[in-house]
Nanobody, 126 residues
Framework: QVQLVESGGGLVQTGGSLRLSCAAS????????MGWFRQAPGKEREFVAA????????YYADSVKGRFTLSRDNAKNTMYLQMDSLKPEDTCVYYC???????????????????WGQGTQVTVSS
């Protein structure tokens, strides 16, 4: 089992930056594929970015490609999402997710993940 805790959300102006963190409990963090999803009120949860175990591969939604950067520090059991050039449409609750896996695939659909954090709010003002 792993517990995930997101942090780093907040209020920022258009064009600004935020860095989200997802801290994981447990000693096998390196064996987990990780991802970020987001959800706006009244909308379905959508994929943002994913990183494979071992950080071999990353994958981004088209809407954030070139603006967001995903990384992980297995020594700190933490995943990071650097968000630059933020837009009002990025306003959402952001969730991190994890799945223990033996493969190096990135996982891009929510139902592939077993563990979820509680979410952190990101608000981008225009």
């Amino acid at each position: 089992q792993v517990q995930l805790v997101e942090s780093g959300g907040g209020l920022v102006q258009t064009g600004g930056s935020l860095r989200l963190s997802c801290a994981a409990s447990g000693r096998t963090f390196s064996g987990y594929a990780m991802g970020w999803f987001r959800q706006a009120p009244g909308k379905e949860r959508e994929f943002v970015a994913a990183i494979s175990r071992g950080a071999v591969s990353t994958y981004y939604a088209d809407s954030v490609k070139g603006r967001f950067t995903l990384s992980r520090d297995n020594a700190k059991n933490t995943m990071y999402l650097q968000m630059d050039s933020l837009k009002p449409e990025d306003t959402c609750v952001y969730y991190c997710a994890a799945k223990s896996t033996g493969t190096l695939r990135v996982l891009v659909t929510a139902d592939e993940y077993d563990y979820w954090g509680q979410g952190t709010q990101v608000t981008v003002s225009s």
